[in-house]
C-alpha cells in the first residue's frame, strides 16, 4: 500500500472515531502498528491531527489554521505547545 492510501485510510478511522489510539487503528485498518506510526508522523506534520496522552483525534479547520499559523509565523508573541499556549522564548 502507498504512504498516501495508508494515510488516508487512517485520518478517515481517527475522523470516524473522534478519538482513537494506535492499537485501535492497526486493529481497525489491519496495517501493520509501524506502518500506522509512520502515517501518524505525517498528518501530524501536516497539521491534520493532535496526539495527546496516547489518543489519536482530528484537528478542526480552526485549531489546523491556528497551528500552521504559529508554527510558521515568527514574529507572533506566542507558541502552542501541546495544547498550552505560552509567550515566545526569544
Same mark, same amino acid.
Given at each position: 500500500?502507498? #504512504? #498516501? ?22 486493529? #481497525? ?16 506534520? +501536516? ?15 480552526? #485549531? ?13 508573541? +506566542? ?12
Amino acid at each position: 500500500m502507498k #504512504e #498516501e492510501d495508508a494515510d488516508w485510510l487512517v485520518y478517515h478511522l481517527i475522523a470516524q472515531k473522534g478519538e482513537v489510539t494506535v492499537e485501535v487503528l492497526a486493529g #481497525e485498518s489491519g496495517l501493520d502498528t509501524a506502518v500506522v506510526a509512520d502515517s501518524l508522523d505525517r498528518l501530524d506534520r +501536516y497539521l491534520l491531527i493532535d496526539r495527546t496522552g496516547g489518543k489519536i483525534r482530528p484537528l478542526s479547520v480552526g #485549531e489546523a489554521l491556528v497551528k500552521c499559523h504559529t508554527k510558521n509565523d515568527g514574529t507572533l508573541p +506566542y507558541v502552542i505547545e501541546n495544547g498550552v499556549i505560552k509567550a515566545r522564548k526569544n
